[in-house]
């Protein structure tokens, strides 16, 4: 009787994995030179509905989205990150607190500026989280690099 218990749990388990998108994100990073030298680093988060992603600035509970850059001696990040989007704010009992997510997409940019006439790129990784209101999944950490052309 264990066994098939032991069993049912196994194969409900890699059946609920399965049934699950393994990531309803995708990602499109580019440049976009604004002067000599400037430039906009523009991160596009495409989700799948029902979910969403939730801003870098989200309240108590979800994982909130963060930009981590590799320094890089040819480049120097002006200002702060900006979300270009619908941003929802709710109320979210299941973190019982107010949060803020964008569904369907939202572009992050950043401004660089060159110190040298040079090829570069601007490489990092983010950080992010989504949920639709039935379940989270677990925070993901993504790769990037961004050539400034």
Do not use: R
């Not at 989205?65 to 001696?73: I, V």
């Not at 790769?143 to 052309?149: M, P, R, T, V």
């Amino acid at each position: 009787m264990k066994k098939i218990i032991i069993a049912l749990v196994v194969m409900i388990s890699v059946l609920n994995v399965y049934a699950q998108p393994k990531n309803p994100v995708s990602w499109k990073f580019e440049s976009k030179k604004k002067s000599d030298g400037v430039y906009e680093l523009i991160v596009t988060a495409t989700v799948e509905k029902p979910w969403h992603i939730y801003s870098q600035f989200t309240g108590k509970g979800p994982v909130p989205t963060k930009f981590s850059f590799k320094a890089n001696p040819l480049v120097t990040l002006d200002g702060k990150i900006t979300e270009i989007g619908k941003l929802e704010k709710v109320n979210d009992p299941n973190f019982k607190s107010e949060v803020l997510y964008f569904s369907n997409s939202v572009q992050f940019v950043q401004t660089a500026k060159l110190k040298a006439k040079a090829t570069t790129s601007v490489s990092g990784t983010i950080e992010y989280m989504v949920c639709n209101d039935e379940e989270c999944l677990p925070p993901v950490k993504k790769s990037f690099e961004i050539k400034l052309q």
